[in-house]
């Protein structure tokens, strides 16, 4: 074995009461001369039996190799039955890293194929989810396991009918409760299919003892009739959703997508209205020590108490870390033009080909960056605090006939 590894073992072989009294090490205490100054020998460590060596050393083996797991959902089965057959090493496990392999889409024209593409996959993920969660729900409520998922397709890359078309659903209905996860993470790799964000939400409940939960999804489709359903199916779970009650992190990530020049990003506010799914997303977290958000943002995400309330802060009252990172920033009821070329802008408002209207991306950012300090200055709870923009070249917010009520 490697230097490391039995290092590793030995350090996590649990120590003895009875090894440190051992009559040996009294008998070298009485014949060394305790009056002597030049000879102070140290405790000599004791070597239980073999038998007591054998069993310490498995449980070191348990403890190290089962701390951390990476496994697919392939091997579902096998880890399952090595759990069953030496239960220690469901209180030795602290993290556990599944990658959801789903069925590659077949590439197809036929409306017909691309639904029954759809509905496979959503069944195959729901399907290996729930073989995971039955397998964790046996395990002792008081285990304490960090829950990491990724989703990922036979070949390693996503067909155009999933990138353009869907987004993996859940049936949460069919899912057990688990109790000993008290971590969830489920990340998102740019080869990864696409999922619902609704549905880890509703993944979520079904953890009753989570303490944290980092979320990691790409935006609902700029196509307008499923990104309206798709965004109105969010608000509508975060405006009565409930985490459990020992959720204090947490941590979501809605990457915009990769919109080219000239394409606009379809808004589902009107003019002057505070966007339900941010004011539904502030409520949500009003419990949170610690909470991080990525993505698009609108100022409805920060809390403007109206005049009858006066001084009252209702909300994130437990709040001392906030980071907000924005990619993008439009208020409420805009739309956005994004330009990669810098030269190519220049030239379209030298023609007067930019849209009457436009104004400069700093102008679209200032509502948002206002709220912010004004949450600032209420919240004297709040220790730590970042928002960070990262815009791209140009940014224009447009209004006009052009919109698209929601």
Not at 257 to 275: A, R, V
């Amino acid at each position: 074995m490697a230097d490391k590894l039995l290092d590793n073992i030995l350090g996590r072989i649990p120590a003895r009461e009875s090894d440190i009294r051992n009559e040996e090490l009294w008998e070298l205490q009485n014949w060394t001369d305790v009056n002597s100054e030049e000879f102070d020998p140290e405790t000599p460590r004791l070597r239980p039996d073999f038998a007591a060596v054998c069993r310490k050393s498995q449980l070191g083996i348990e403890r190290a190799a089962f701390h951390s797991l990476r496994i697919t959902s392939d091997d579902l089965e096998p880890v399952r039955d090595a759990f069953k057959r030496c239960p220690n090493r469901q209180t030795s496990l602290r993290e556990l890293h599944v990658d959801i392999v789903t069925p590659e889409y077949r590439h197809s024209s036929g409306p017909s194929a691309i639904v029954e593409n759809m509905a496979h996959c959503d069944i195959a993920h729901t399907e290996i989810l729930r073989e995971l969660m039955l397998m964790l729900s046996e395990w002792p409520d008081d285990t304490r396991v960090s829950l990491s998922i990724s989703l990922t397709d036979r070949h390693n890359r996503q067909s155009k009918n999933s990138e353009l078309h869907h987004f993996n659903v859940v049936n949460s209905q069919l899912l057990p409760i688990v109790p000993c996860v008290r971590g969830l993470k489920f990340s998102f790799l740019h080869w990864s299919p696409r999922r619902n964000v609704d549905g880890d939400f509703l993944l979520m409940q079904k953890f009753p003892n989570l303490e944290s939960f980092d979320l990691n999804a790409r935006e609902f489709p700029f196509f307008i009739k499923p990104r309206r359903e798709m965004r109105k199916s969010l608000i509508n779970t975060l405006s009565s959703y409930q985490f459990p009650t020992s959720a204090r992190h947490g941590k979501l990530i809605i990457s915009p997508n990769e919109y080219g020049p000239f394409q606009q990003l379809p808004q589902m506010t009107k003019d002057g209205e505070s966007d339900p799914l941010f004011v539904s997303l502030r409520r949500a977290i009003d419990g949170f020590s610690e909470f991080e958000y990525g993505g698009h943002l609108s100022s409805s995400f920060f809390w403007s108490p109206p005049p009858s309330l006066g001084d009252a802060v209702p909300y994130w009252q437990n709040m001392t870390k906030l980071k907000v990172d924005c990619d993008m920033v439009s208020p409420s009821g805009e739309w956005y033009l994004k330009h990669y070329n810098t030269r190519i802008v220049e030239f379209l408002a030298s023609t007067g080909r930019i849209v009457p209207g436009a104004i400069r991306e700093g102008d679209a950012e200032e509502p948002v960056w206002t709220a912010y300090v004004s949450e600032l200055e209420r919240r004297r709870n709040i220790e730590r605090s970042f928002l960070e923009n990262d815009p791209p070249d140009w940014q224009y917010s447009v209004s006009g006939d052009d919109k698209v009520a929601a």
